[in-house]
């Protein structure tokens, strides 16, 4: 991982090259000084940025207003930023600014796909440093890339986290117990009760990709499961490599979370053995929601 102390002088901003909003910035590097350091500020829990021709640098705090919420999550609890680079990244350098240091997120020749995350704490601002990087043609460059912040599952998921180690890594693949497994139903992105059809290995990206029928779904907040027929939905929900997801047969209860619009694996209990744990839970008065089974 590159680190190093960050020290330099902000400069004047520059005049109306770019358009932004509470959650987004796009701007060109042709009408602003090359030496310039532009300050930006991001208020959403996710956006992009979009730097065209780049020169000079970005530095982008993130400042979310999310109901109930602080940056450093809710009710003191950590939470995660994750950025992705778009495909057609290149010409910039993006770093993580945390104390006066700067630390590598993602590279002038980074891939398709290579997400990077860290976890912030309660009350901090995190900020990010988008270096335009030399080059005698900057014509085709273009360094774009999208945001989330969510909760600290994220960071977990993330096979280039941070702030990974070797605690969260056996959590994120071990399987949910009974109290988990309620709470996922009523905290997940997505809820579908379905069947396997297969699992497919992404090496590169260090991935599982299962492949679900499902033949209920009972809540998602995104289309991530579209119709495939008049009773069932098709998708596609992800895990991490290091987990060894297997196909199996039987019916199981997917929850998880969305991740830059891509369907994240928290729990998947057979179904019978959710509904057992549901049901004993309700008699005792114990569910924290309510699923219609």
Request: proline share 5%; with cysteine; aromatic share 8%.
């Amino acid at each position: 991982m590159e680190v190093f102390v960050w020290i330099f002088v902000l400069t004047a901003v520059t005049g109306p090259s770019y358009s932004a909003d509470e959650c987004s910035w796009r701007g060109s590097g042709l009408s602003r000084p090359e030496q310039d350091v532009e300050q930006v500020f991001l208020r959403c829990a996710e956006g992009s940025v979009e730097f065209l021709y780049p020169t000079g640098a970005l530095r982008l705090t993130l400042l979310p207003h999310l109901p109930g919420h602080g940056v450093g999550g809710v009710s003191g609890m950590p939470s995660s930023v994750c950025v992705k680079p778009e495909p057609q990244w290149g010409g910039a350098q993006l770093y993580l600014e945390r104390g006066g240091v700067l630390e590598l997120l993602v590279s002038d020749t980074a891939g398709p796909s290579h997400i990077r995350c860290f976890s912030i704490t309660p009350g901090e601002s995190p900020a990010l440093f988008l270096q335009a990087t030399p080059h005698s043609d900057i014509s085709r460059r273009i360094a774009a890339f999208r945001y989330e912040l969510r909760g600290d599952w994220t960071a977990r998921l993330s096979v280039n986290s941070l702030d990974t180690n070797a605690d969260t890594e056996e959590g994120v693949c071990r399987p949910c117990n009974d109290t988990e497994m309620l709470m996922a139903v009523c905290t997940s992105d997505f809820v579908v009760r379905g069947n396997i059809r297969a699992v497919e290995a992404d090496s590169e990206q260090r991935m599982s990709v299962i492949r679900v029928s499902a033949t209920r779904v009972y809540r998602q907040k995104w289309p991530l499961f579209s119709s495939a027929g008049r009773l069932t939905h098709s998708g596609e929900i992800r895990t991490l490599l290091r987990c060894g997801v297997r196909a199996g047969s039987g019916s199981f209860l997917f929850t998880g979370h969305a991740h830059f619009g891509e369907a994240w694996l928290t729990c998947a209990p057979r179904y019978k053995d959710f509904l057992r744990v549901y049901e004993h839970a309700k008699q005792n008065l114990q569910i924290p929601c309510t699923l219609h089974t």
